[in-house]
């Protein structure tokens, strides 16, 4: 770290600390959050002429305490109109990310898309914003390390400050501290900071953030990131060659997406991807064998993750490769099939109230009921009582004062996380996210798009153009 101290028209920035193993739009990023000067706007002074963006601080000469002059205007105040229409671009900021329907795009820092597109995602899940809002600084205890800990009130802050800006946020505290907990995303090559998977950064992510809500003392958060993303799979292993079996049930944070030449849906992929071959000992045989295991899902979370497995190691050429296949999925997605049979018996009254608040809502009227759609709200008021009289029923968790919820086993697409690129090494990351109002954003980094539905379904590969990686979807729940 190089401290220098920076001339911007009549102030003085002092001991602003220069990277110097980051590019200098890194540096221009820290200058934005110090005087609203957005670094496309910034002209800075140094050896050799005006700071490019990709430059080498070695050739540059940058020296401690040196004073660097900077020009270039700051984005306006806005201020409403005392009189007459107002504009969204007259709004305070906070009102215009209401008006404009979506939050603020970050500034990739070099190689960081894949972070930038998990964050928009996760983002979007107004339930873990609750659950960071209520975590306090005083809330770590000893069973959370510090890096745990900072990583957290960094993700708190950051989506706070994404919730009340359009304008591009640059996420530095959140970088560094999560290179600091997972020192991985800091490999460097050539000087630059290489690309990194996007799902390890989300589930390393999830990870961090369980640790430190699980502790925090409050009993409403006390599984908070497990009930949101969590799924319980129990599974049957068996020996076919020693007639060996036994069961297992493990909780995940997301169902794999297996592709091969026979799929071609999101369906047939998760089908492949819960069955397994693993070789362990056999103490019935004495020495090692091949099992079967078969699993399926015991337990839902509010929120399902389905991550395609398009990345495996080629041995010929000794690298990563990318699947290109393509691979559909719905916009709504039904587990059911996926279920235990335990689970699936808890499933059938919420799904038929479902069906029939659905079919309210196509216009169906209480008085334009024929006897047979009669009989059958008895029998599903029937069974939803016997639900409820027997066996715990499968609750989604809630916010505070909401009325009490349980799942159906269907879900709505919300999130995408898409790579580009034939390299796993290599490529662009973006986030698509489903608005509260139904409308698609694109977040590209630092610049949101609006999208339509068609665009989201066009995801699926098969080509060069983006393609899904991570897709995350909400229950459909039904009031109780």
Partial sequence: MIPVSVKWQKELFKDVEIDTTQPPYVFKCQLYDLTGVPPE???????????????????????????????????????????????????????????????????????????????????????????????????????????????????????NELDKSVKPVAPMQFWMLLRKKYPQFGQLHNGVFMQQDAEECWTQLLYALSQSLRSNGSSENADAVKALFGIELISRIHCQESNEESSETESVYSLKCHISQEVNHLHEGIKHGLKSELEKASPALGRSAIYLKESRINALPRYLTVQFVRFFWKRESNQKAKILRKVDYPLELDVYDFCSDDLRKKLEAPRKLLR?????????????????????????????????????????????????????????????????????????????????????????????KPRIEDDITRLSGGGDWHMAYIIMYKARVVSV
């Avoid at 500034?107 to 809002?133: D, R, W």
């Avoid at 086993?409 to 139904?438: C, F, M, P």
């Fill in 41 to 159: 706007r910034q002209k800075i002074m140094v050896k050799g002429g005006l700071l490019k963006d990709d430059a080498d601080w070695s050739t540059l000469g940058v020296k401690e305490g040196q004073k660097l002059m900077m020009m270039g205007t700051a984005d306006e105040i806005i201020k409403s109109p005392e009189k007459g229409t107002v504009f969204v671009e007259d709004l305070p900021e906070e009102e215009q990310v209401v008006a404009v329907g979506h939050t603020a795009g970050l500034f990739n820092l070099g190689n960081t898309c894949y972070m930038n597109s998990t964050l928009q995602c996760l983002h979007s899940v107004p339930e873990l914003k609750s659950a960071l809002i209520q975590y306090s600084h005083s809330g770590r205890n000893n069973d959370v390390d510090q890096s745990s800990h900072l990583l957290t009130v960094a993700t708190r802050d950051l989506f």
């Fill in 356 to 448: 029939d608040e659905e079919g309210k809502k196509l216009g169906l009227k209480g008085s334009e009921k024929s006897s047979v759609q009669k009989d059958n709200d008895e029998k599903m008021a029937d069974a939803e009582g016997s639900s409820n009289g027997g066996g715990e029923p499968s609750v989604a968790p809630m916010e505070e004062g909401e009325k009490a919820t349980e799942m159906t086993g269907i879900y709505d697409l919300v999130a995408v996380s898409t790579h580009k690129g034939r390299s796993a090494d290599s490529g662009h990351y973006v986030g698509w996210v489903k608005q509260e109002n139904g409308k698609w954003i694109e977040f590209d980094d630092d610049n949101p």
